[in-house]
Each structure stands twice: as C-alpha cells, then as structure tokens.
C-alpha cells in the first residue's frame, strides 16, 4: 500500500504559479512511476504529468495547456513528487490528484493504483 497526500493548492491570479507536492508514505516509494492528473468541474478527470520511478524520464499530457507551463519532478530521498506549474490560467482551475503506479509510465489514469485525496486549485482571472 501506498498512501499520497497532495498539498500546495489555493487561489492565486492568471499569470501565477504555484507548486504542487505529493508525499507518499508506505511501500518504497522509489520504485512507482508517479504521475499528477487534474478534474475541473463538469469535466472528466484527464493526464497532467508523469515521472518515472528514476526521475529520468518525464511525459506531458499532449494537450497544449501543459507544454512549457508545467513542469514535474521527484526527490526520492523526501518521498515527494512535485508538479510546478507557472503561467497559470483560469481553465487550469480543478482539482489536481497524484496517483501512483508501478511499472512504466502511463497517460491512463485506469493504471494508476494509488490515488491522493486531491488538492484545490483555483486561478482568477
């Protein structure tokens, strides 16, 4: 079992950044590929980032609401993946989950086994 606790969410204007932190305790976490998904109101949940086990490889939702913008990372050493994310705009508002797999990465949430509770984010335009 893994347990993920995002935090880093709030309010903050267009043009803002903010850093999202995923903890995760349990199992060794160095060994999951961790990826950030968000859900906005009335939307599906869809693919942010993901990250693998190493750190060495990285994969951007294809969509360009990412590209240039956001930007994830790990620090196996603190159990921690984080997703910077600069530029923000009101359509980024939604609430953004970490989830965890092994294996390799993967843009589907249905792979991912561990799931945070999600943290708010909210850009006001």
């Known amino acids: 079992q893994v347990q993920l606790v995002e935090s880093g969410g709030g309010l903050v204007q267009t043009g803002g950044s903010l850093r999202l932190s995923c903890g995760a305790s349990?199992?060794?976490?160095?060994?999951?590929?961790m990826g950030w998904f968000r859900q906005a109101p009335g939307k599906e949940r869809e693919f942010v980032a993901a990250?693998?086990?190493?750190?060495?490889?990285?994969?951007?939702a294809d969509s360009d609401f990412v590209k240039g913008r956001f930007t994830i990372s790990r620090d196996n050493a603190k159990n921690t993946v984080y997703l910077q994310m600069n530029s923000l705009k009101p359509e980024d508002t939604a609430v953004y989950y970490c989830a965890a797999r092994r294996g390799s990465g993967s843009y589907a949430d249905t792979d991912y086994h561990y799931w945070g509770q999600g943290t708010q984010v909210t850009v006001s335009s």
């Open positions: 990250i693998s086990w190493s750190g060495g490889n990285t994969y951007y």
């Open positions: 349990g199992r060794t976490f160095s060994i999951y590929v």
